[in-house]
């Protein structure tokens, strides 16, 4: 029987950037380029979960460009973050039609951390909305989710490309999208830029090693879009197609060299 390369995708946080995760899938599927796997960690799990359940990428860009964030922001007087994340949680339950994750079509995984233990919380059962909307936490801005005991906050605080998590999954090959620049040529000028780009700068030296870990890391050029610009939505998948066109053809050349390899050619 002739092996196939399972592929994997790692989808990573940014806020309003990672939009540019919606610009890759389209490219992937316009190469029918296959996925198998899929972990997500913040926005990218938002991304990621839309995708698994199959929303078309067309309807995905469309609702990203044109939802009002008064459909999903919901501000409150600082306690533990100013949204209460509310109306997110039940945007999410809508569109994924109160699915759980593990009734998705794609095996797929949800990155959220364990404030008070420091630790990678990944969910791979339970219900969509309660996953996401733990993994969007970004702290300071969302209020945290408290479930099962702990407080739980932001994938990204601990893992914000889960690569490793895609490969414990089953993946042969990983396909990393990171989009958060390495050096960022935006004005501070809210606290949502001030506490993400805190957020960026701690989390590249822990990931600089992961990277590593992936067969193909596809990095769009977004240095001047804010982390909070979500009127910017449209260029953001853009720059996240024409980063992925690129990569397109070695891509193809790694599962194609996993196959000869596997299958002895």
Known sequence: ????????????????R???H?????????????????????????????????????MMESLATHLKRKY?????VPKFGFVTGTKVK????????????????????????????????????????VAVRSSIS???????????GRTLVDGGVVDRIPITVVKEMGADIVIAV???????????RTIFDVITQTLNVMEREILNQKLLAADVLIHPDLADISPSAF????????????????????IRSVINNWEEKQNGG
Not at 5 to 12: D, N, S, Y
Not at 141 to 148: M, N, R, S
Not at 236 to 250: D, L, M, P, S, T
Request: aromatic share 4%; proline share 3%; with cysteine.
């Open 138 to 148: 970004i702290p300071g801005i969302f209020e945290p989710v408290i479930l099962d």
């Open 90 to 129: 039940e945007l999410i339950h809508f569109l994924t039609k109160g699915k759980h994750i593990e009734d998705l079509p794609l095996t797929t995984a949800v990155v959220a951390t364990d404030l008070v233990e420091g630790k990678r919380v990944v969910f791979r059962s339970g219900p969509i909305d």
């Open 18 to 20: 990672g939009m540019a």
């Open 22 to 58: 919606i610009g890759v899938l389209k490219v992937l599927q316009q190469a029918n380029i296959s996925v198998d796997y899929v972990a997500g960690s913040s926005i990218g799990s938002l991304v990621g979960v839309l995708f698994a359940d199959g929303l078309d990428l067309e």
């Open 231 to 250: 009127s910017r939505v449209s260029e953001c998948i853009q720059r996240g197609e024409e980063a992925a066109v690129i990569q397109v053809e070695r």
């Open 178 to 188: 990171d989009v958060v620049p390495k050096r960022s040529s935006v004005q501070i």
């Open 1 to 16: 029987m002739t092996a196939r390369a399972k592929v994997g995708l790692a989808l990573g946080s940014g806020g309003a």
């Open 72 to 76: 999903w922001l919901d501000l409150t």
